[in-house]
Each structure stands twice: as C-alpha cells, then as structure tokens.
C-alpha cells in the first residue's frame, strides 16, 4: 500500500490540482492521500472539503508547525509500505507514481526515490539529483564554482549534473517535493527532524538513510514543480529560515570537524546570508523611495488547446479579465505536440502562456510537450473545464 502525504499552506487551488493528477494517477493503485493543512488563512480546509472520501483524509493543524512536523504527524498515521512525500504545488503524470513504486520493488535496497522535477516552462529542475552538501561541496556551490564548472564530478558535485537524465541513477539527496520513501527504511533511522522548520530536512533524512544503509534513486519520470510558490523567497523569513536550516544541517552532521575545516563553510553560509538580506532591503529601500521607475510587466498572451465545448467558456472568463487569447481546438490524440506545432509556423509574442484543458490533454502528455522543447517565456497554464479555473505560477483565474 502506498500512503501519499502532502503538507498544505495557503495554496489552496495548488494542492486542489495537485490532488486531480493524483486521481488519475492513483488509479489501480492501492493508496491512501494524507493532506495536513497548516493552519492557513486563505480557506483552505473549506476548499478541501470537496476532495475528501475514504482514500483521502484531512489532518487540520491548529497552528503553523512547520514543512517537517507536518509531515511527521501524517506518517504516523499512515498506513502504507510507502510513503510519498508530495508538495502541493506539483503536478504528477499519470504514470510517475507507477514507474517509482516499480523502481522500488525491484531494489529492496533503496530508500527513497526522486524524479525529473520540471519547471514551468519546461527546464529541468537542476535539485531533481543533488549531492550531499559536505562542507566543500557546499563551499563550491555559495562560491560559484559549481555554476561555473556544473560538469566537474568535484565542482560540480551539488546538482550533479554530469549523471544522465534519462536512467536511474544512485544519488544523494531526494528532493522533498517529491520523496517516495520506503517504511521499513523510515522504521529503522527515524522520521524527518523537526528541528528544520522548513528547508533542509530533505537534506538531513536523506544523509541519514545513506548513513543506515539504504540507497537513494533518481527515476527518469517527470512532474511539474512550480517552484516555491507556497514561500515568499524575497522576504526576511525565507532568507532566515534557508540559512539557519544550513546551518542546523552543517552542526548536526559536521560539527565535530576541526575548527579550521568549518571556517570556510561558517563564513560562505554567513556571508550568503547577508549578500541575500542587503539586497532585500536595497530594493525595498527603491521601491520606497521611489528612487527607480518599477518596469511594467508586460501582459502574457493565453494561447488554449482544447476541446470545443471548453474553448468558449476559457474565451469568456478571459474576457471579463481583460485578457488577450487565442483558442485553438484540439486534443492529444490529434495534435499529440500541443503548441510546438503551431509555434513551428507562428512566432507568438512573449511571454505567453500555453493552456492545455485537461479534458483533452493528459497531465503527462503537457509535461512531454513542455519538457520536449523549452522555450524561455513560454510557460504552461492548465485549465480545469469542470470549476472554469486557469492554474499558471503567476496567478489564478478564475
């Protein structure tokens, strides 16, 4: 049995989707949805109501207790072999889940199991394979020598890019927005640290299912990650809360190296920190005062691929936003690559955003369609027909 746990803060219409592409996902499978609401403010618990049922259960917190704990409270409930650790503000195909418990069934050894995360034009999310930040690993990455040599097996080991992305592949850290984690393996080394409020505690499980023994996994399968869109990353908190979550990591698991071997990574982590908390009140400090001209975004154009019946309820609610679009009716089994057909002939104005109506659509074929040919300023927006609600990064429509 599988048990998918998914910590929820004020995402609301994020973790609404997410739980569509679970459905279809899950379909055949023997599994329980586990969503642990922490305490948000926008109506969320009201919202989930309509998602509920036997197979999926809803753990209201009465206070914010953090990434960590919240997934915590839910393990101990669960009742799966498996346990997938899901953030709400991803998108899953409908084989992923599959394909991953698959993986690992055939190696008893594994521990946990990631997958290509995909940003929302299309890229691959370079944390779908991360090494173990040592402290000179983690000295290259805030230094930039892993950005400047991202292929170097020494330089480069933080995102390990030089592994392949189209097979499994060992590495270290499995991302928490997608962390398939084997039972008995958690049985054995102990549930996430809720010391990590937030950020790090995929790191530190990770460490510690290498130290017990296991093997973590990189899956070639995909999901849409929007990145971050349940943090404010421009804010004081995040920068406080990313780098004590570095530093509680870096204690816990290296603090008995000499005093000299921890200097460099103290001072990379502190310096990081504060580069990030000038710069943030820098451009408050504009902002304010008024001392530079804000740029105006520039308005995306929608594009709609989709079935006929849907195409003018999308054109109308566009309308009443004051939003340019264009429909284009099709489906996947008719125009299998989506907008790279049309685009091959029309050079659309940018930024625009391309959206599939999932009645016509499969999550996993938009995410084939995106992740074929990324294009910078090309972003997905998928359309559910049945609540007339337009998901993209930026925004909702509704």
Same mark, same amino acid.
């Given at each position: 049995?599988?048990?998918? $746990?998914?910590?929820?803060?004020?995402?609301?219409?994020?973790?609404?989707?997410?739980?569509?592409?679970?459905?279809?996902?899950?379909?055949?499978?023997?599994?329980?949805?586990?969503?642990?609401?922490?305490? @948000?403010?926008?109506? @969320?618990?009201?919202?989930?109501?309509? /998602?509920?049922?036997?197979?999926?259960?809803?753990?209201?917190?009465?206070?914010?207790? !953090?990434?960590?704990?919240?997934?915590?409270?839910? &393990?101990?409930?669960?009742?799966?072999?498996?346990?997938?650790?899901?953030?709400?503000?991803?998108?899953?195909?409908?084989?992923?889940?599959?394909?991953?418990?698959?993986?690992?069934?055939?190696?008893?050894?594994?521990?946990?199991?990631?997958?290509?995360?995909?940003?929302?034009?299309?890229?691959? #999310?370079? +944390?779908?394979?991360?090494?173990?930040?040592?402290?000179?690993? #983690?000295?290259?990455?805030?230094?930039?020598?892993?950005?400047?040599?991202?292929?170097?097996?020494?330089? !480069?080991?933080?995102? %390990?890019?030089?592994?392949? *992305?189209?097979? =499994?592949?060992?590495?270290?850290?499995?991302?928490? #927005?997608?962390?398939?984690?084997?039972?008995?393996?958690?049985?054995?080394? !102990?549930?996430?640290? +809720?010391?990590?409020?937030?950020?790090?505690?995929? &790191?530190?499980?990770?460490?510690?299912?290498?130290?017990?023994?296991?093997?973590? *996994?990189?899956?070639?399968?995909? &999901?849409?990650? /929007?990145?971050?869109?349940?943090?404010?990353? @421009?804010?004081?908190?995040?920068?406080?809360?990313?780098?004590?979550?570095?530093?509680?990591?870096?204690?816990?698991?290296?603090?008995?190296?000499?005093?000299?071997?921890? &200097? =460099?990574?103290?001072?990379?982590?502190?310096?990081?920190?504060?580069?990030?908390?000038?710069?943030?009140?820098?451009? *408050?400090?504009?902002?304010?005062?008024?001392?530079?001209?804000?740029?105006?975004?520039?308005?995306?154009?929608?594009?709609?691929?989709?079935?006929?019946?849907?195409?003018?309820?999308?054109?109308?609610? %566009?309308?009443?936003?004051?939003?340019?679009?264009?429909?284009?009716?099709?489906?996947?089994?008719?125009?299998?690559?989506?907008?790279?057909?049309?685009?091959?002939?029309?050079?659309?104005?940018?930024?625009? $955003?391309?959206?599939?109506?999932?009645?016509?659509?499969?999550?996993?074929?938009?995410?084939?369609?995106?992740?074929?040919?990324?294009?910078?300023?090309?972003?997905?927006?998928?359309?559910?027909?049945?609540?007339?609600?337009?998901?993209? +990064?930026?925004?909702?429509?509704?």
């Amino acid at each position: 049995m599988l048990s998918v $746990v998914i910590v929820n803060y004020n995402v609301k219409y994020y973790v609404g989707q997410c739980l569509d592409s679970l459905q279809r996902a899950l379909q055949g499978i023997d599994a329980e949805i586990l969503i642990v609401d922490n305490h @948000s403010k926008d109506g @969320s618990v009201d919202y989930l109501q309509g /998602y509920l049922s036997d197979r999926c259960r809803l753990i209201s917190m009465n206070h914010n207790m !953090g990434f960590a704990k919240g997934n915590n409270v839910a &393990i101990r409930q669960a009742k799966g072999d498996y346990i997938l650790l899901l953030n709400p503000d991803t998108v899953v195909g409908e084989d992923t889940i599959r394909e991953v418990l698959r993986f690992m069934d055939d190696h008893p050894d594994a521990g946990a199991a990631g997958v290509c995360m995909h940003y929302c034009d299309g890229r691959k #999310a370079p +944390e779908s394979r991360r090494g173990l930040p040592t402290p000179m690993t #983690a000295f290259y990455k805030m230094t930039g020598l892993c950005r400047r040599f991202p292929m170097g097996q020494r330089f !480069g080991k933080y995102y %390990m890019a030089y592994l392949p *992305w189209d097979k =499994p592949c060992q590495i270290d850290v499995v991302s928490g #927005a997608f962390c398939m984690l084997r039972k008995r393996a958690l049985d054995e080394i !102990g549930l996430l640290d +809720e010391d990590f409020f937030m950020y790090g505690e995929d &790191i530190d499980l990770s460490y510690r299912l290498l130290k017990g023994g296991f093997s973590n *996994w990189y899956v070639p399968t995909s &999901i849409l990650h /929007y990145k971050g869109e349940s943090t404010e990353k @421009s804010s004081f908190r995040y920068v406080h809360v990313f780098y004590q979550a570095m530093l509680i990591f870096f204690r816990k698991h290296f603090g008995n190296l000499s005093f000299l071997l921890t &200097i =460099p990574i103290k001072m990379a982590i502190y310096v990081k920190a504060m580069t990030a908390l000038f710069s943030i009140v820098k451009n *408050w400090m504009i902002k304010t005062l008024g001392l530079r001209l804000v740029k105006k975004e520039k308005q995306p154009v929608f594009y709609f691929f989709g079935l006929a019946e849907h195409a003018e309820a999308f054109r109308q609610m %566009m309308q009443k936003k004051g939003l340019s679009c264009e429909c284009v009716m099709a489906t996947e089994q008719l125009m299998s690559d989506g907008h790279l057909t049309l685009f091959e002939q029309l050079r659309p104005q940018k930024p625009t $955003v391309v959206v599939y109506d999932t009645a016509a659509y499969s999550y996993a074929g938009i995410l084939r369609i995106f992740a074929k040919k990324p294009e910078e300023q090309v972003e997905v927006g998928i359309y559910h027909p049945e609540k007339q609600l337009l998901i993209t +990064e930026r925004e909702i429509i509704e």
